[in-house]
């Protein structure tokens, strides 16, 4: 039952976006200078040779890592004149960070905006898996001459002001890697999709529509943003 699964998965999951944000999500952001990307909840697949402290160390490597990941991919599409916002370095914001206890859920996203003296936060969580192993995937193939998902990559992030008790903007992508697929390049590729379809990208649909909306001075739009699904 669960080969027959991950195998439907891999015929209808490749990699796929999905946001909602609130309906004035461009006048919001663009009063915002900085924001500040906190270290992301990572997940990753425990080895059998691992210790409990062997497997914390691997995943606070992995999980700074990663953040320093999304914060070169936006800072690289500012550069190329993509986004707006200034971002602030990962040793700025996690010398406030986890002092404060942010990993252990001591301290709310909307505080550290304040505390890092920035307009919003994206928060995000990671994971890393591996459905089933190489050998298997390799012994089903053999056996049935189908594939199986052997890597997957799912993202989920969110934009956090210091106004809204809620998320302004939300976002989910996933990817999902068959026999010789690399978790490198898929964690590449879901912080690409990731950083491309913040808000702050007023060059990318649907946010460049609605900017257009705002310098007309439409900038209170009646109807709530609606999940937008990008391929």
């Given at each position: 039952?669960?080969?027959?699964?991950?195998?439907?998965?891999?015929?209808?999951?490749?990699?796929?976006?999905?946001?909602n944000?609130?309906?004035?999500?461009?006048?919001?952001?663009?009063?915002?200078?900085?924001?500040?990307?906190?270290?992301?909840?990572?997940?990753?697949?425990?080895?059998?040779?691992?210790?409990?402290?062997?497997?914390?160390?691997?995943?606070?490597?992995?999980q700074?890592?990663?953040?320093?990941?999304?914060?070169r991919?936006?800072?690289?599409?500012?550069?190329?004149?993509?986004?707006?916002?200034?971002?602030?370095?990962?040793?700025?914001?996690n010398?406030?960070?986890?002092?404060?206890?942010?990993?252990e859920?001591?301290?709310?996203?909307?505080?550290?905006?304040?505390?890092?003296?920035?307009?919003?936060?994206?928060?995000?969580?990671?994971?890393?898996?591996?459905?089933?192993?190489e050998?298997?995937?390799?012994?089903?193939?053999?056996?049935?001459?189908?594939?199986l998902?052997?890597?997957?990559?799912?993202?989920n992030?969110?934009?956090?002001?210091?106004?809204?008790?809620?998320?302004i903007?939300?976002l989910?992508?996933?990817?999902?890697?068959?026999?010789?697929?690399?978790?490198?390049?898929?964690?590449?590729?879901?912080?690409?999709?990731?950083?491309?379809?913040t808000?702050?990208?007023?060059?990318?649909?649907?946010?460049?529509?609605?900017?257009?909306?705002y310098l007309?001075?439409?900038?209170?739009?009646?109807e709530?943003?609606?999940?937008?699904?990008?391929?």
């Amino acid at each position: 039952m669960k080969w027959t699964a991950l195998f439907l998965l891999s015929l209808s999951l490749g990699s796929c976006v999905v946001t909602n944000y609130v309906n004035n999500i461009i006048p919001i952001t663009q009063k915002h200078h900085t924001i500040a990307v906190l270290p992301p909840r990572t997940t990753i697949e425990r080895k059998v040779w691992m210790t409990d402290d062997r497997f914390n160390e691997f995943t606070t490597k992995k999980q700074f890592e990663l953040q320093e990941h999304l914060i070169r991919s936006l800072n690289r599409r500012i550069n190329e004149g993509k986004c707006f916002v200034e971002v602030l370095d990962l040793h700025s914001t996690n010398d406030i960070a986890l002092p404060e206890g942010y990993t252990e859920n001591r301290i709310s996203a909307k505080e550290l905006c304040r505390k890092l003296k920035v307009d919003a936060v994206i928060e995000s969580s990671i994971q890393i898996l591996e459905p089933v192993s190489e050998l298997t995937a390799i012994f089903f193939q053999q056996t049935t001459g189908s594939t199986l998902i052997t890597n997957s990559v799912t993202l989920n992030a969110s934009l956090i002001d210091t106004l809204a008790n809620t998320p302004i903007w939300t976002l989910n992508t996933a990817k999902f890697g068959t026999l010789g697929s690399i978790k490198k390049a898929m964690q590449a590729k879901v912080i690409r999709r990731t950083t491309r379809n913040t808000p702050y990208n007023i060059k990318k649909s649907p946010y460049r529509g609605l900017y257009l909306d705002y310098l007309e001075g439409e900038d209170d739009p009646t109807e709530e943003g609606e999940p937008i699904r990008l391929r």
